[in-house]
């Protein structure tokens, strides 16, 4: 197991698992709102094809969480 | 190096033919953009020995070029070949209700990716709804997972042409026997001609709304269901976006081949998914023959194995069509495109104003327009202004950044 950080929890995954899945099996099921509704928004296609579980990994934004790998110590943010 | 075969997409299709490439003496690179091979199909299965074969994994292929009598082939690095072929299969195919925007509501193939790729339960409390007979496969996997799956609901009936089809490929028969089997051992209700109209909650999902569906999808008799996880799909849409980019002919929603898998562009191949979704058997014999384009004839037992599966994917096709009368379950606010969050009363209004095909609706309104360019909603804006979906042309496959696109400058003039 390894462990990372999302806002101010830690989350544990397992070896090779997305940082998505890993916050979605912590029971964090949204981690943005959106431009103009600002509705919560997750994981949805869950294999790279629609973009909806954006987040910011160690400063860089916009990363697909379903398709980024957990690694120890990742800085995971909105 | 210049490889004689560049594969990209390492699901069933790009493995069987990187392998059988590799035996036949044939220098093959093959790139997927996941950090595994299997794509969606074999996710989680056991990585394959691949000898005499280059695997790039995590290689996001976002553009492919065609210069002289070679391809290159862009993703974090460029690799280049005589001969392409595109096996990037499909995606989810998925249609617009109130609610489908909540956390807690996946695609179908969503669902089955978190329990076979990430050992992740989607949820405790699943309903499954769509049509397909994928969503028989993705209940069962998540039973196998322990989760209790509600209700399975088929917005189609069940069509004579499905059952003469089964008769005529019993290992298809017995693969839904089976699943037909565990859903009935773990009580799970399969309900044909039912849908799921509505996904309700505060910031995830609590339940849905069901309803009976006459043939033509529109729905009467409604009911709710409590659950915290929905995974829902409607068949599949081909990812030809690299095949669409070197202009291959395309009919419907998938790119046409030869007896070969060859596409009308010289030297680009195509097989999988891409060439109209049939599933992963037909993906591993459209591979094997792929291979046969570079070395030979094709042999007669792959085409007419290619033959039988097509024609099982025609059946299917014609037995799970999305039907127009989803669009009865939409209301003003409904978002049609997730990503842009264009509702169907932002739809309408640039129609009013004279947009009457998908172009001029994503001009006026939007849709399409963001991060996933169009892949979640372009069947329902396409069906929404009265047009046939079709693959639509994405000059980059992948989102990339400037330095990407300044790194490629600099490879060139070097």
Known sequence: MIEFRFQDRVITAEEGQSIGAALHAAGIRSWRTTRFGDRPRGLFCAIGACFDCLLTVNGRPDQRACQTVARPGDEVTA | ?414
């Open chain 2, 1 to 414: 190096m210049i490889y004689d075969l560049a594969v990209v997409g390492a699901g069933p299709a790009g493995l069987t033919a990187a392998r059988v490439a590799a035996r036949r003496g044939l220098s093959v690179a093959l790139l997927d953009a996941y950090a595994k091979t299997g794509g969606q199909f074999l996710r989680g299965a056991a990585q394959p020995r691949l000898t005499g074969v280059d695997v790039r994994l995590g290689r996001r292929v976002w553009a492919v070029e065609k210069s002289q009598e070679r391809f290159e082939i862009h993703a974090s690095e460029t690799t280049t070949a005589t001969t392409l072929l595109v096996a990037t299969g499909a995606h989810d195919r998925v249609i617009p209700f109130p609610g489908w925007d909540l956390p807690g509501v996946l695609t179908a193939g969503g669902a089955q990716a978190l329990v076979k790729g990430e050992r992740v339960k989607p949820g405790e409390e699943v309903v499954v709804a769509g049509t397909g007979p994928f969503l028989l496969p993705v209940a069962v996997t998540l039973l196998d997972a322990g989760v209790r799956v509600k209700e399975v609901l088929e917005a189609n009936r069940p069509s004579p042409r499905m059952a003469a089809a089964l008769a005529r490929v019993p290992s298809k028969a017995a693969e839904a026997l089976g699943y037909a089997r565990r859903l009935a051992e773990a009580r799970v209700p399969y309900r044909t001609g039912h849908a799921v109209v509505a996904a309700h909650g505060e910031d995830s999902v609590e339940g849905v709304t069901v309803a009976k569906l006459t043939r033509d999808w529109k729905p009467y008799a409604w009911r709710t269901v409590d659950c915290d996880t929905l995974a829902v799909g409607y068949g599949f849409t081909p990812q030809a976006d690299l095949l669409v980019q070197l202009g291959c002919r395309t009919e419907g929603d998938h790119v046409t081949v030869d007896d070969h898998q060859r596409t009308s562009v010289d030297g680009v191949l195509a097989a999988g998914e891409v060439t109209g979704v049939a599933g992963a058997a037909a993906a591993v014999v459209e591979g094997a023959l792929a291979v046969h384009a570079l070395i030979g004839a094709p042999p007669p037992r792959l085409l007419a194995e290619r033959a039988r599966l097509r024609r099982f994917a025609r059946a299917l096709e014609l037995s799970y069509p999305v039907r127009d009368g989803w669009q009865h379950w939409l209301t003003p606010g409904t978002l049609v495109c997730r990503c842009e969050e264009v509702t169907v009363s932002a739809l309408e209004e640039a129609r009013d104003l004279g947009a009457d095909d998908p172009r001029t609706v994503k001009l006026l309104a939007r849709p399409g327009m963001g991060w996933c360019q169009g892949r979640m909603c372009g069947h329902a804006v396409a069906r929404l202004t009265g047009h046939d979906p079709a693959p639509q042309k994405r000059p980059f496959a992948q989102p990339i950044t400037l330095a990407d696109l300044t790194l490629h400058d600099r490879e060139d003039s070097t």
